[in-house]
């Protein structure tokens, strides 16, 4: 099993997907995001919790490192089963010929194997994501999520300080925060009782993850908590 989450997820949903990580024996990675940058505001990472998705175990220092394994192992069957939360794969899937190409010229690529032709080779393909795409087309299951501002949770910028966010409207439809059923799945997968509230899911995730060891959610206050990255 391997398990892809995005860096745009809350420190909760990261850790949520850690916990399955660790239960199923599954390699994980997150997807890069390269922009420009000023050099002193603006920052060339445009995934807003990389530095949470790190210190959770998703993925490692090198974003995108563990793709190449991920998709070999798809391609070898080792792989049967795709858990993808908030990245749609297809869109930056190119052939291996055309990504060797894309390394030789620049140190960091958002394109990576995992092709659409590849993804249907999985037994199960189980997608999370706010929005239909090329990979919520493929998916066997979809598992509708809500946007940032639909939901409550925290993140950890790219100075290592970990600040909470708030809900500002209700999730349309059948949409849900994505901690709300990764609670259930770990809870199902583990049988070890989570938390139900972004407050306690918090809380428990400072007890486990060392970085965030001591804090709580009310320390965080209105300003935000810096942590060891």
């Known amino acids: ?3 892809i989450a995005s860096a745009r997820q809350t420190n909760e949903e990261l850790w949520l997907l850690a916990k399955l990580k660790a239960k199923l024996g599954a390699v994980s990675d997150s997807i890069a995001r390269i922009g420009t940058e000023d050099k002193l505001l603006v920052s060339a990472d445009k995934n807003p919790n990389i530095n949470g998705a790190r210190l959770t175990g998703i993925c490692f220092t090198e974003v995108g490192i563990n793709l190449a394994q991920i998709a070999v192992g ?3 069957r080792k792989i049967k089963t795709l858990l993808v939360f908030g990245e749609n794969l297809v ?5 291996p010929g055309e990504l060797r190409e894309r390394e030789t010229v620049s140190e960091v690529v958002e394109e990576h194997s995992l ?17 239909p795409n090329e990979t919520t087309k493929l998916a066997h299951y979809v598992l509708p999520g809500a946007a ?6 925290t993140f950890t910028n790219g100075n290592g300080r970990v600040q909470k966010f708030m809900k500002a409207v209700e999730a349309p439809g059948e949409a849900r925060a994505e901690a709300e059923f990764l609670r259930e ?3 199902n997968v583990t049988g070890q009782a989570v938390a139900a509230t972004p407050e306690g899911l918090f809380n428990e995730m400072a007890q486990d993850v060392s970085a965030f060891n001591g804090l709580t ?3 965080l206050g209105d300003t935000g908590v810096t942590v060891q990255i």
């Open 115 to 131: 092709t659409a032709e590849l993804l249907a080779k999985l037994d199960t393909l189980i997608v999370s994501d706010i929005l």
């Open 185 to 187: 799945l770990v809870q």
């Open 74 to 76: 798809i391609e070898r």
């Open 148 to 153: 940032h501002a639909e939901k409550r949770g």
């Open 91 to 95: 869109k930056y899937g190119v052939s």
């Open 217 to 219: 959610w009310a320390d």
């Open 1 to 3: 099993m391997a398990i």
